[in-house]
């Protein structure tokens, strides 16, 4: 059961295109950021007793292969990063005057690549959304300690955790459907229309 506590978040720009393969014309997006903001809440609220916040940013593939060679040595975009926040920043101030709200403990920072995700869901026969918020929950759990990479048993360790809480937010919620994707019209003329 998640916690009543309240969590926070900060969502970068949502990417308005992705273009997922430079063979296919790009496709333009349409966010409904609360239902997007409302289910990564129920997820602190499942992984996070204290009010917490985490910021997420969306990067394009060039971007995200830049940061994918920076901070891990390889050479192409992933999906997602995760950062811990430095220790000078675990806890945002509180807020207010007299009622003063306490500290947040501040998880860090994930990046998503909206243009690797398109490419996945393909693979995993999901909708965007799907594929977006399983790499949010990933990066969320990553967050909160876990490593996958470290051994076969953490990695059963994280892989059940993520397919538990993927469950838990489809009970609550239903199915993802906070991305929306709209294919471009490819340049030039439209079949039937003159200029």
């Known amino acids: 059961m998640p916690s009543h506590t309240k969590h926070s978040l900060t969502l970068s ?3 308005r295109r992705i273009n997922a393969a430079s063979r296919t014309p ?3 997006l349409q966010w409904d950021k609360p239902q997007l903001s409302e289910r990564l809440r129920f997820v602190l609220g499942l992984l996070c007793e204290s009010p917490s916040h985490v910021h997420i940013q969306f990067a394009d593939a060039a971007d995200m ?16 990063l995760s950062f811990t926040p430095h220790p000078s920043s675990f806890f945002i101030a509180a807020e207010g005057g007299a009622k003063k709200k306490p500290a947040k403990l501040n998880l860090g920072e994930i990046v998503i690549c909206a243009d690797v ?21 990933h990066g969320l759990i990553h967050l909160k300690g876990f490593d ?19 469950r838990a937010l489809q009970d609550e919620y239903g199915e993802p459907d906070f991305c ?5 019209v490819k340049s030039g003329r439209k079949r039937g229309v003159s200029r």
């Open 26 to 28: 790009s496709a333009q």
């Open 13 to 15: 720009e949502l990417p």
């Open 180 to 184: 929306g994707v709209k294919a471009a």
């Open 148 to 166: 996958h990479e470290r051994s076969a048993a953490s990695h059963a360790v994280m892989t059940a955790l993520e397919k538990s809480v993927r």
């Open 117 to 137: 995700c398109a490419e996945q869901c393909k693979r995993h026969r999901c909708t965007l959304s799907a594929e977006i918020e399983r790499m949010l929950v």
């Open 65 to 80: 292969g830049a940061l994918n060679w920076q901070f891990r040595g390889k050479d192409s975009p992933t999906d997602v």
